[in-house]
């Protein structure tokens, strides 16, 4: 009968695997996107979270803060990102590592296809060596890379465009696979073919190496590693009692070479190989698990226990309630304003999808007090490009529309509406510029959503002169792409 309750026992997750499911679902609270394929642009998305959880994954509800360092150091300027510095600064002197061991989704995923039963490698001086090559991604990826394009004013967070497994694990397939964004697989190329291959290559390694990307690719990683000696929480050794016996080392599966350095990610599993009980589980003075803690008041530690679950329970079901909930006036509207200024043919329909009516809309004009309202434009070919200044392929497609404008004159009728999601920076970002193009901000998201549209960009809409949709897609646009769509609207464009 033991022997059952003890292999029932292995069985069940540890304290820290149901630390790390919580931690992921508190995550992706957002579960209405994982149904309709769009993302959370609530104000909780302005928070960064502690571990690395994609922004663009269809259940987040805050930030990543390695997507938001880079996103920062691209487009700062001459603006110092006090904010998400001030962030890690402060995940970093509380938790550490911490965040790795306990708080990191993607660490969870490691973890779970090293539990596949195949022959395994073990930590060696080779692995050692290559754990230092997190620092030389930091380096260049998340600071050298961006600083050199914001000099250039094009924002381009490199670790996150070209590397990181859980933006395309999270984002792009969780997205992908999403029915409802079917239509975003002609976005596809070489650079999503590139990190789908690199993504497999990582999770297929970790099916044989510990944690193999936390350990030698982790750009997050490496600067909370910064923190090892100065985080509050973590492991510690007590070295009165510590006999250098060094079976904590041999058993810890990440490349350390003493418990708490910049390689341990406090998973507290050393704890219980130390014969002489020298290693504990605190937070600053404060012990919070112990081989030594005694036994002897269980009723007072189940209760401790039961509150801190009932507090981390009423926690999740705040958060999603508050990111699920249905919110007034949200959503896509496609009920058209009235269009009198031209006749319109009422018999079709109002939608986003080609040949139906636009739906009407207003947005503000930066630079302007007249806003820009999509019925006033009836009479001439309309273009929308819905674009936003942390999206690589909108700023370079931005000279196209704007070469448009400039050759057309009051001959067609252009905007490029800026997602909601990041407002911040595109005034700084525009004033770089010699744009004639108006630009506009979509403030709540209705104005992509009426257009079938969510996080997803650049997107280009042309309406007609009678305001029905020729073209609606996602996807990049080149300056013949768009001249030969116009032709076919019906504009007539001077030669250049």
């Not at 790390?20 to 149904?35: D, E, K, M, P, V």
């Not at 989704?105 to 930590?123: S, V």
């Not at 260049?140 to 924002?155: D, E, G, R």
């Not at 496609?334 to 043919?345: E, P, Q, Y």
Request: charged share 15%; net charge positive; with cysteine.
């Amino acid at each position: 009968m033991a022997d059952i309750s003890g292999r029932i026992r292995k069985l069940l997750p540890t304290r820290r695997r149901l630390i790390q499911l919580y931690a992921a679902l508190l995550y992706n609270a957002h579960l209405r996107g994982f149904i309709s394929g769009n993302i959370y642009t609530g104000p909780a998305k302005a928070l960064c979270v502690p571990g690395l959880n994609c922004y663009s994954c269809p259940g987040a509800t805050g930030a990543c803060p390695l997507g938001a360092l880079q996103n920062a150091l691209a487009s700062s300027g001459n603006r110092f990102p006090f904010y998400v510095f001030g962030i890690l600064l402060l995940y970093g002197l509380i938790l550490g590592r911490t965040v790795c061991g306990f708080l990191c989704p993607f660490g969870l995923i490691q973890e779970l296809l090293h539990k596949i039963p195949t022959p395994k490698i073990r930590k060696n001086r080779f692995t050692r060596i290559l754990s230092w090559f997190k620092y030389v991604i930091l380096a260049v990826f998340v600071f050298c890379i961006p600083l050199w394009y914001a000099v250039k004013s094009l924002p381009l967070p490199a670790f996150c465009k070209y590397i990181c497994p859980a933006g395309t694990l999270e984002g792009a397939v969780a997205l992908l696979a999403n029915p409802a964004n079917a239509d975003t697989f002609s976005m596809l190329g070489l650079l999503f073919t590139r990190k789908f291959v690199l993504l497999m290559l990582i999770l297929l390694l970790c099916v044989f190496l510990y944690r193999a990307f936390c350990r030698f690719l982790c750009p997050l990683g490496a600067i909370y590693s910064l923190f090892s000696r100065l985080a509050l929480t973590g492991v510690r050794v007590e070295p009165a009692r510590c006999t250098d016996c060094g079976r904590c080392v041999s058993h810890c599966q990440m490349d350390i070479r003493r418990v708490g350095d910049h390689e341990c990610i406090h998973c507290g599993e050393c704890l219980d190989v130390c014969p002489e009980k020298a290693i504990s589980f605190k937070a600053g003075r404060i012990t919070l698990h112990s081989p030594e803690i005694p036994q002897a008041a269980p009723g007072r530690k189940r209760h401790v226990e039961a509150a801190v679950w009932i507090c981390a329970i009423v926690l999740l079901a705040a958060s999603l309630w508050l990111v699920n909930r249905d919110k007034p006036g949200s959503g896509t509207d496609l009920t058209a304003a009235d269009m009198s200024t031209v006749s319109v043919d009422e018999s079709i329909p109002v939608g986003w999808e080609k040949g139906m009516r636009a739906p009407d809309f207003t947005v503000p004009v930066y630079g302007s007090d007249t806003p820009f309202t999509l019925s006033s434009c009836l009479g001439q070919c309309t273009v929308i490009n819905f674009w936003a200044t942390w999206c690589g392929p909108c700023c370079e497609e931005l000279p196209y529309f704007d070469d448009i404008y400039r050759r057309a004159g009051d001959r067609i009728s252009i905007i490029a509406v800026h997602s909601s999601l990041v407002t911040d920076d595109v005034g700084a970002f525009l004033a770089r510029y010699d744009f004639a193009l108006p630009f506009a901000l979509d403030t709540d998201g209705s104005v992509i959503a009426s257009f079938g549209g969510s996080t997803m960009l650049p997107q280009t809409v042309v309406v007609d002169a009678s305001g029905v949709i020729v073209y609606n897609a996602v996807g990049s646009m080149s300056a013949e792409k768009l001249e030969a769509l116009l032709t076919e609207a019906g504009a007539e464009l001077p030669a250049e």
